[in-house]
């Protein structure tokens, strides 16, 4: 850098040298100024212009190379390899340079070079206004060619509603100014017409972007087939002219990789076997045209190198071949696991037919008629696997030097070793996923009647598997009913044994293959781990799940587990740049987008190691999406009353696996002695999978996202409706409480009473959905029997100890039973849309906490913190005695049970209602919050803290400063968290301590929302985007919290003011943990859904009006406690269930 600063220095000297003696020959230029003016309007008369907003074709003249022109190049290269500060550095002092030098054409140089590092740093907006700069200035054709490619770049980053539209009619305007370019410049013709051709294709390309945005459900449509198909053509057209006409191989070869992509996908899309048939062929046969290409022109390259530097050579053509060849592989992949699934339906389906049957079939049938088609799928279809693997071997000898290919590579192997062991195996393997429905058929025939009607909806194995196999069990039975006690002869003896012996044979050869690829899949596993890929991890780890459900559900049902941990760590990191949309916000951000584009470039190794290890040492975000090597051996971490239920989505959504992974519980061995030993009991772990239609779920999560916009629109009509009310009143000065009451509960009856009905629907819709999976799990979780020996030892001291601290004792073992079962599902970003709370599995008694997170990962995460913290027999920290006499308190020296982590109750922030709009009467949040804390000053809230009420607007500062040094943080306020935050700013941020955050938001009035609509009016689309529930539950679990508290949907202030006072109950007065919390919420809201005014009664003695009187207020009493359920559903909490106030 020293260096470079010298030569900056130097070429000031000679720019101020210039300028003096442009000063002394001034009085000569202004002699020929006139013949100059003459020869430049000639030459502005020869030059080649069009139009956008600015000349867009200029005739660049050839001079010598200057140190400009060095500069400029050199910040070029540096911004491809990712260095954007040293180029910077170049632009800046070249834009100087240039300027005082007045080149222009530098200058449009340096303004494209400037647009494009504002593309990398999300800058879109600067990027279009250097952009604009830029043309005004103009340049040859390669210049505006590179201006519209980066333009078109800002616009589609942008993300907004119209950014598609705006970039196509961009490079419409485009291919129109360089046709007429074109015609007017006949020797620049080839040149032109590429460009024109890759802007074709860029169109085509983003028209389907948008066809892919639809989803599947809707490309499987006629017309949107009849869109691709035409996209299809579009392609094939412009890689013949790029390969034929131009001789541009490498972008051809690009379009036809796209092309491929279609053509899988419309096969994909295509009901009828012929269809995808033909659609895979095309696919097929193109690349392997490209892989031809490729490696011709790899030929011609190693020609050019000498032996010696062949050895351990890693060249970008190698790369790009060998991604060639692993896509053929995966082609070749899905067309063996099509051929699979016919051979299986085939052989089962004779399976049903009789002996007779087969024997005139035989005779009858003559020899196969194929269409064309079907006669060259037959024959490729044949040698798939050889081919498959010899494309691998080739593969792996290529990409000796990319860690990525290396890993894809081993994973693919392992995947076609298992498709080659589903093939060879005569015993149909779906049969295993089912056999637990067969098994209970005769006990639960609702649930497995539920569960035929969701199979009739897709085609796949285990619709074929549950109904094969079952025809071919009753089958048997019959033939031995038949034949019982028939003796067979010697030759009908051999042909039953030579069959068995086959059939022996093809079972052990299966389950080598099974074995062999179970091996390749654990070595691509590993690599991915130490590279850090996560999505060829959890590719291979769903692979292992096929190969281990078979045969140790425990070990699949960790894979699994595995697999969705992959996935949420690519979903957070998405979330994370989505968050970070502008890179100049933080530290974090901008290494962020850095390594997204060093990890997608596969060049930048060293560069690419650096950033990730300095994005793991300075910022918890990045290190709560990293996958640890020590995944598998999580759950022996987790207490043993954890039951944790995975529930996750194949990749098309046509099949949901679920999992209960659950740590053995101990039992006690009674010896002679009396002496326990503790050994593991068995366990229930489990796993089994389903097939579901995509379409419900849509419907379903439709629904929802319905249910919440008719529930928003409704409360803030209400409050309007009550404000109004209260301010006529107070014109009329007849403002009584009671009649404000009357009527809002009148007006809050009758629209909950509009959107009961809806909630129903939509629980009666996801029990209807997930009843395939989870009516196979037994969620009585009956704990192991108490042995005799250890009830006669607790004397009576230690039974009266346990009654009062059902935890407090260090046995683990009995420990787990006396809390309870807790139960967290790990669900896919789909479901976690869904009130799983509200299931009806969840309404047993055993069943004391339900809680939800995204991963096994992050459960993990939470639950061990970088900080060294004790978990087990730690007490709470002693109080002043309650001067409360009604309220219960707990023992000072109560005794933190096993593996529950406390809260310490003297370090709580908060911030209630910053803005203090008009509240309800007897809802404010002020008012409740100052109840709560005079309610519990005496123990629990003495030393809380924090901003109450507007004495203050809280600016970000005070927020971070509040959420930085606390336990436990609450928001109790109007609108939503993110509103009064920077996420770009929370992000970066590292909240160890605080361990509980309680958000009572979603609530909205005409004042809220008025402040509210003003605010989000400089915001972007994007930027309002990143502001949801689900988004703050992400941005706060990457930072550190372990437990958040929050409303799916919006609330009231009755709702929050109910939901806090039972909270504060529970919490502090009777010392329960967070998940213990929500579920008596929840069982709340429940238990008020089946209760009526007619339960509503007074003393027999108080007769006439005293009675009604008596009656008005005990119903207005209860219309106040009364949580609905859909509000008790309403409260959810992420992440640990086992935190404890203390």
């Keep these: 850098m020293f260096n470079l600063n010298v030569v900056f220095l130097r070429c000031r000297e000679a720019i101020a040298r210039m300028k003096d003696l442009q000063l002394g020959s001034s009085h000569e230029s202004l002699l020929t100024s006139h013949g100059n003016a003459a020869v430049a309007q000639t030459a502005s008369n020869s030059e080649l212009t069009m139009h956008m907003s600015s000349p867009v074709l200029t005739r660049k003249r050839l001079s ?5 022109d060095v500069w400029i190049n050199k910040a070029e290269v540096l911004l491809h390899l990712g260095f954007y500060q040293p180029a910077r550095a170049l632009l800046s002092e070249a834009h100087k340079d240039a300027k005082e030098l007045e080149k222009e054409d530098s200058l449009a140089k340096i303004f494209y070079l400037l647009a494009v590092l504002a593309n990398y740093e999300r800058n879109f907006g600067q990027a279009k206004l250097l952009l604009e700069k830029a043309q005004s200035i103009g340049g040859n054709e390669y210049f505006w060619y590179d201006v519209i490619t980066c333009l078109v770049n800002a616009i589609l980053g942008e993300n907004l509603k119209d950014s598609k539209e705006q970039a196509c009619r961009i490079l419409q305007q485009g291919i129109s100014r360089f046709k007429t370019a074109s015609e007017e410049t006949p020797n620049r013709a080839s040149v032109i017409e590429f460009m024109i051709t890759s802007m074709e294709a860029r169109l085509t390309s983003i028209e389907i972007e948008s066809l892919k945005a639809l989803g599947n459900t809707r490309l499987k449509k006629p017309e949107m087939i009849e869109k691709l198909v035409s996209t299809c053509a579009k392609l094939e057209h412009y890689s013949n002219i790029m390969m034929t006409q131009h001789g541009y191989r490498e972008e051809s070869v690009d379009l036809m990789k796209e092309h491929v992509g279609i053509l899988t996908l419309i096969a994909k899309c295509s009901e009828e076997n012929e269809i995808k048939y033909s659609w895979l062929l095309d696919a097929y ?74 024997i005139v079939e035989e005779f009858v049938s003559s020899t196969p008629d194929y269409t064309p088609i079907e006669k060259e799928w037959v024959t490729i279809a044949r040698s798939l696997g050889q081919k498959a693997f010899s ?78 196999t079952t025809r071919g069990e009753n089958e048997h039975i019959e033939s031995e009913n038949e034949h019982v006690g028939a003796q067979l002869s010697a030759q009908q003896l051999a042909k039953c044994v030579a069959i068995a012996t086959q059939i022996k044979k093809e079972r052990t050869s299966a389950q080598v293959y099974l074995a062999h690829a179970s091996e390749v899949l654990l070595q691509s596993m590993n690599q991915a781990l130490h590279s850090n890929l996560k999505d060829i991890l959890a590719e291979a780890s769903f692979n292992m799940v096929q190969c281990f459900g078979q045969f140790d559900p425990v070990s699949a049902g960790q894979y699994l587990a595995l697999h969705q941990s992959c996935r949420t760590s690519i979903m957070l990191k998405g979330a994370l740049i989505k968050t970070g949309y502008d890179t100049s916000s933080s530290q974090l951000i901008a290494l962020l987008h850095l390594q997204q584009k060093l990890e997608k470039d596969g060049t930048m190794k060293n560069m690419l190691r650096t950033v990730n290890t300095r994005l793991s040492t300075h910022f918890k975000a990045w290190k709560n999406i990293i996958i640890q090597p020590q995944h598998l051996s999580f759950l022996s971490e987790f207490p043993s009353n954890f039951n944790i239920i995975v529930l996750q989505h194949y990749e098309d959504g046509s099949m949901l696996y679920a999992a209960l992974l659950e740590k053995p519980k101990q039992k006690a061995n009674v010896e002679r002695k009396g002496k ?19 379409q419900l779920l849509s419907s379903l999560i439709a629904k929802i996202s319905n ?98 601290k059902p935890g407090g004792e260090k046995s683990t073992s009995g420990q787990s039973h006396d809390l309870g079962e807790f139960v967290i599902f790990l669900a896919d970003d789909l479901l976690m849309k869904l009130p799983l709370e509200a299931l009806k599995v969840l309404q047993n008694d055993v069943i004391t906490s339900v809680s939800r997170d995204f991963s096994l990962q992050l459960l993990y995460n939470r639950q061990h913190r970088d900080e060294p913290e004790t978990a087990t027999s730690a007490k709470s920290p002693k109080g002043t005695t309650s001067q409360k006499k009604n309220i219960k308190m707990p023992p000072v020296d109560q005794m933190l049970p096993p593996n529950f982590f406390p809260v310490n109750t003297h370090n709580f922030r908060y911030i209630v209602d910053p ?57 109790y306020g109007k609108e939503h968290f993110l509103a009064n935050l920077l996420a770009s700013k929370l992000v970066s941020m590292n909240f160890s301590e605080c361990q509980l955050v309680i958000l009572l938001d979603l609530v909205q009035s005409s004042e809220s929302f008025r402040r509210q609509s003003i605010l989000d009016r400089p915001k972007s689309a994007l930027q309002l985007s990143t502001e949801g529930q689900m988004d703050t539950v992400i941005l706060l679990s990457l930072t550190g919290v372990r437990s958040i508290m929050l409303n799916q949907w919006p609330s009231t202030l009755q709702e929050n003011a109910l939901k806090f006072k039972k909270l504060s109950k529970n919490l502090l007065e009777f010392g329960k943990s967070t998940g213990q919390v929500i579920l008596e919420i929840a069982k709340s809201g429940r238990s008020n859904a089946f209760k009526s005014d007619t339960e509503i009664s007074v003393d027999p003695s108080i007769k006439g009006s005293a009675s009604k009187h008596f009656k008005d207020e005990a119903r207005k009493h209860y219309q106040e406690e009364r949580m609905t359920q859909e509000s008790a559903f309403n409260f959810i909490l992420y992440g640990l269930p086992n935190l404890i106030v203390t």
């Design 64 to 68: 010598g190379v200057s140190v400009v």
């Design 285 to 358: 046969a193109l690349i392997q045209k490209a892989i031809l290409i490729e490696e011709d022109a790899l030929c011609d390259l190693m020609s050019l190198l000498p032996l010696r530097t062949m050895t351990g050579l890693t060249l970008p053509l190698m790369r790009k071949l060998t991604s060639l060849k692993l896509i053929f592989v995966q082609l070749m992949l899905d067309m063996i696991e099509m051929v699979t699934l016919n051979d299986k339906i085939e052989a089962e389906a004779a399976k049903g037919k009789g002996l007779l049957q087969l």
């Design 391 to 468: 494309q691998l071997h080739s593969a792996h000898s290529l990409c000796s030097g990319s860690e990525e290919l290396r890993a894809k590579c081993l994973y693919l192997t392992g995947k076609c070793l298992r498709l080659l062991a589903v093939q060879k195996d005569p015993i149909n393997p779906g049969f295993v996923w089912v056999q637990e429905t067969l098994g209970n058929k005769n006990g639960q025939s609702k649930e497995v009647k539920s569960r035929e009607g969701n199979e009739k909806a897709v085609s796949n194995y285990d619709q074929t598997d549950l109904q094969l």
């Design 676 to 694: 326990g030993n503790q050994s593991p009991g068995p366990t229930q772990a489990k796993i089994v999978r389903g097939p579901v239609n995509p």
């Design 707 to 804: 249910y919440k916009n008719s529930l928003a629109q409704n409360l803030l009509k209400h409050e309007y409706q009550c404000d109004r009310i209260m301010q006529r009143m107070e014109l009329s000065q007849q403002l009584h409480e009671k009649e404000v009451a009357e009527k809002r509960t009148t007006l809050t009856a009758k629209y909950k009473n509009e959107l009961d009905e809806d909630f129903t629907s939509i629980i009666e819709s996801m029990e209807e959905y997930l009843n395939p999976v989870l009516s196979q799990f037994d969620f009585t979780f009956a704990p192991p029997p108490t042995p005799l020996a250890a009830g006669m030892e607790s004397g009576k001291s230690k039974r009266k100890k346990k009654e009062e």
């Design 915 to 971: 803005y203090d709009d008009n509240c309800i009467l007897g809802s404010c949040p002020v008012k409740i919050m100052t109840e709560i804390l005079e309610i519990y000053n005496a123990r629990f809230t003495g030393h809380w803290s924090g901003v109450l009420g507007n004495k203050h607007v809280p600016s970000h500062a005070k927020w971070e400063e509040l959420l930085k040094s606390c336990s436990a943080f609450i928001f």
